[in-house]
């Protein structure tokens, strides 16, 4: 029997994370719509609202459901603002580890978001759901990706040559695909003794799943 994500809420002093929900459509359409999320997302381009309402009723559900992933939206507690979605997948429940993923709004980044929601979302895997390893994939120019990896303890552990689709806008303002290399890092429970619960970041996108 496939093992799947509870339906869980996360709190941390700033951020209640939560499943995403169909008020989230405008927001989170807004958000995706962003340039950097474009240049470092499989994101489709550009981003509607039906996409949104498919991702919210569809993807993510069906993705908890058999056991591969699990998609949260990150708000602020006392806004409930949403100000970025955290996603965990290719989870392989024998080793108990898997993949986290996450984007942060425009408005809201510089303000630690990224690594508070990333932590909480790491200890959680780690306390409750008895997960071994975490994996992050940033791409080798995304720096913000990068720092928030390393805030919350993260070991970097090679680099996979060519593994990356990232994109740049052209001078007719189409995007173009551009190859580039993928950044590993991981997360064991170990690598958390003694971690601060708040941590600074400038954002942060790594690679989304193509959930499309």
């Not at 309402?53 to 507690?77: C, K, M, S």
């Amino acid at each position: 029997m496939t093992s799947t994500f509870p339906d869980i809420s996360i709190s941390t002093e700033r951020l209640v994370l939560r499943a995403l929900d169909e008020d989230d459509v405008p927001a989170l359409t807004e958000m995706m719509n962003d340039e950097m999320v474009a240049a470092w997302t499989s994101i489709p381009q550009p981003f509607t609202e039906g996409g949104a309402h498919d991702w919210i009723t569809d993807y993510a559900p069906t993705e908890r459901a058999q056991g591969r992933g699990l998609d949260l939206a990150v708000t602020e507690f006392l806004t409930q603002r949403l100000v970025g979605v955290i996603q965990l997948g290719k989870t392989n429940w024998r080793v108990r580890s898997t993949e986290l993923s996450y984007i942060i709004a425009p408005w809201a980044r510089g303000e630690g978001y990224a690594s508070e929601a990333a932590l909480a979302t790491a200890r959680w895997l780690f306390s409750d759901q008895k997960f071994e390893r975490v994996e992050l994939r940033t791409a080798a120019g995304n720096t913000a990706s990068q720092q928030v990896a390393q805030k919350i303890g993260c070991i970097s552990e090679g680099v996979l040559r060519n593994a990356c689709i990232a994109r740049t806008r052209t001078e007719e303002g189409t995007w173009v695909d551009l190859r580039t290399d993928f950044i590993v890092w991981s997360l064991l429970p170990e690598d958390l003794d003694g971690m601060d619960g708040h941590l600074g970041d400038t954002g942060g996108f790594a690679s989304f799943n193509d959930w499309n």
